[in-house]
């Protein structure tokens, strides 16, 4: 157990002295999108969007995903440019002006897009965690926080519930501020910003 307080101490030196870091949780429609949209803006623009999302898997069409895009492409006004980075996330943001505002929505996303994949999880949150420590800028994460509901009654849910939940540990150990949104309201629940 002491070996945990260290690093979690360690941790929390870091996040004091990293970049802005951002991390907006929440459930499905608990208004964490747009959250973190007002979060990025008040920040000098132009801002990034890095979209995690596919429109479908297998090559079927997913005209539930193209409604939810949609909605949130219509939401953002002028200024903010969209990159898509399915996978490669940390390739995506070493490849933006570090200084630049970005709004990564959404890892829960971009985290099923692995698992499904049978990617390494932890190479790839270990990749990702380095790309955010490298940026300049303010960045804000989005993710759901999955850990709230029943057991999954399958090894692949249950497995994406426990990813989901160790990404969103170990980002929010680095990030500056993390933020609960429930049913449109932000919870602050990490504030280390100087």
Known sequence: MPKRAGHGARLMAEATSAPELVLVLGGARSGKSRFAEGETVRHPGPWTYVATAQLGYGGQPDPEMEARVALHRGRRGAGWET???????AAALGALPPDRPVLVDCLTLWLTNHLLADHDLDAEAAALEAALVARLG??????????????PDNALARRFRDAAGLLNQRL??????????????PLTVKDVTP
Request: with cysteine.
């Open 83 to 89: 990159v898509e980075a399915p996978f490669d996330l």
């Open 172 to 185: 929010a150990a680095r990030a500056r501020k993390v933020v609960l949104v429930v049913a449109g309201l």
């Open 138 to 151: 303010p960045t804000i994460c989005v993710a759901n926080e999955v850990g709230f509901g029943i057991v």
